[in-house]
């Protein structure tokens, strides 16, 4: 491996778009992937594999608060883990960006304002190619266009739940999505609107990942090259501790370093704090731009709820996941506070709840799960985490991730999920029939969930409390960037991913102009 202009250390949401966005320049750029590309085979859309074998997960082991050692729901490949995310892409509201007061803490502004993301938003959207309609979601921030394509359509039985929300008062919407469907042209329709998107692969790379719209766009400039494999052990800096020098990396069981004038770590929160502890040396003892401790602190990943109501009637819907309620985002009548985003997941299938629960639906017989599956209507209930400086990533003793985490903000959590629970009657829905989607038992999304991974390398103006500062350079170091969601200083409560994306474009812009070029 030779000497490159930028390298980048991850190919998700952060480091594949900007990869996509540096590609044109003619710079010389490498990305290292520690994953390799995710296989098109026919275990992507089933079930069983993917969420009784769980075969797309990773093998790493982390370590809980308590020293015990469990396995986190991450995926290593290339696109990282919007490989098997649901696609939706929201932007956070212009509040978000602003400190706001919860019942349980305060959510700190960014030092950077909507109005700074808004433009990068809008060509996320087009690089993502969402489907969405402005002007139906009472809390949605301005936008200097509209979406690239039209919301994707409801079927019957959403159609239904949609048109009751609406008669009760309420403003659900379209909600934003990431998949390459033609509902106007079938034929010519990369996505086929199938039951296996929400958790799955993609077989017919139809949905808007970073490997298909990032990462393989980027490739087509031979200036840009892949190196899958490839794990990141170490920075290493200069003798002044001022800048890195170079990436010490194992490939394929081999260690060798590579270097490049500009580093941009994109690992995710956790695997890029991780990158940082790692790489503690004479100049940086605590970790590599840890001079304010912040490294690895503020760990944020949703209070998040996965459940099911019964409907009264079947639901045959089979993409479910194309509405959104969001008139509870800043609070209610009842509830001064923020309580966040309501929005349909993936529909319910039985192997589903026997991956998610496996000991409790072991003896449950198979029609009995078909038949809660063929009733459910499926919610997602998404509540911000506020960052605690003690929710936090460290290393054990082996050099693994240890999480210490501890939820926050739950008051608003559980109005949420009552807030939900008591409109079910007048949805045709069996009022007392809210389970979790964890196979009937009241289950949070537990630590090992780690999707909406957010913090560890907050940035900031001050470098006392911040790691990195506005244009996601570390503060102690002159050429060290981070471009993925640790940087996010509050969470909001709706999915990260497309402001990671839009970020990652505005860094990109940055890098370019520090680079000479257009």
């Known amino acids: 491996m030779n000497h490159y202009d930028v390298i980048i250390v991850g190919t998700g949401a952060g480091g594949g778009t900007l990869a996509r966005h540096l590609a044109p320049s003619g710079k010389r750029i490498l990305l290292l992937e520690r994953g390799g590309w995710l296989a098109r085979e026919p275990q992507n859309w089933s079930t ?20 015990k050692a469990f396995q ?54 087009q690089r993502y190619q969402v489907h969405g309609a402005r002007g139906e979601d009472p809390t949605e921030p301005p936008a200097s266009g509209p979406y690239p394509f039209p919301a994707l359509s409801h079927e019957p039985r959403i159609q239904q739940l949609s048109d009751d929300l609406a008669a009760s008062g309420l403003h659900p919407f379209h909600a934003p999505c990431g998949v390459m469907l033609d509902e106007a042209n079938p034929p010519f329709s990369a996505c086929i609107r199938c039951g296996t998107c929400d958790g799955f692969p993609c077989l017919v790379h139809a949905k808007s990942d970073a490997e298909v719209l990032g990462v393989r766009p980027a490739l087509e400039h031979p200036n840009v090259t892949l190196v899958t494999g490839a794990r990141a052990v170490r920075l290493a800096t200069d003798d002044a501790g001022s800048a890195v020098v170079g990436v010490e990396v194992d490939h394929e069981g081999t260690r060798q370093v590579v270097t490049a004038d500009l580093y941009v770590v994109s690992c995710g929160a956790a695997n890029s704090a991780k990158l940082l502890l790692a790489s503690a040396n004479d100049a940086h003892p605590n970790g590599l731009a840890n001079g304010s401790d912040q490294v690895g602190r503020n760990y944020m990943f949703h209070n998040s709820q996965a459940v099911l109501a019964l409907s009264r009637e079947p639901n045959p819907t089979v993409f479910q996941k194309t509405l959104g309620v969001n008139d509870f985002y800043f609070g209610s009548d009842d509830f001064e506070y923020p309580m966040g985003n309501i929005q349909m997941i993936g529909k319910s299938q039985a192997d589903m709840f026997k991956g998610e629960k496996p000991l409790e639906t072991k003896l449950a017989p198979g029609f009995a799960l078909r038949d809660v599956a063929d009733h459910a209507v499926d919610f997602w209930l998404s509540t911000e985490d506020l960052p605690v400086p003690d929710n936090r990533v460290t290393l054990e003793r082996d050099g693994n991730v240890k999480l210490s985490y501890s939820a926050a903000n739950a008051t ?20 007392d029939h809210l389970i979790p989607r964890h196979a009937y038992l009241k289950t949070d999304i537990p630590v090992a969930g780690v999707a909406h991974q957010a913090g560890t390398c907050r940035m900031g103006t001050d470098p006392a409390t911040s790691v990195l500062n506005t244009d996601c350079r570390a503060h102690e170091l002159d050429n060290l960037y981070v471009v993925d969601t640790s940087c996010f200083p509050s969470i909001g409560a709706v999915n990260p991913a497309l402001t990671a994306m839009a970020n990652a474009i505005r860094v990109g812009d940055h890098l370019l102009e520090r680079l000479g070029a257009s």
Do not use: C
């Not at 490989?83 to 349980?104: P, Q, S, T, V």
């Open 72 to 125: 986190p729901q991450i995926h290593y490949f290339v696109g990282g883990a919007t490989k098997l995310y649901g696609a939706a892409l929201y932007r956070l509201r212009r509040e978000d960006f602003g400190e706001l007061k919860h019942h349980d803490g305060v959510s700190p502004a960014w030092p950077i304002g909507y109005d700074d993301l808004e433009p990068y938003y809008t060509l996320a959207e």
């Open 412 to 431: 608003a959590a559980g109005r949420l999920y009552h807030q939900l629970k008591s409109m079910l009657g007048h949805l045709g829905m069996h009022p």
């Open 48 to 67: 069983a594999d993917v969420f009784i074998d769980n075969r797309y997960i990773s093998a790493d082991s982390w370590y809980d608060a308590e020293g």
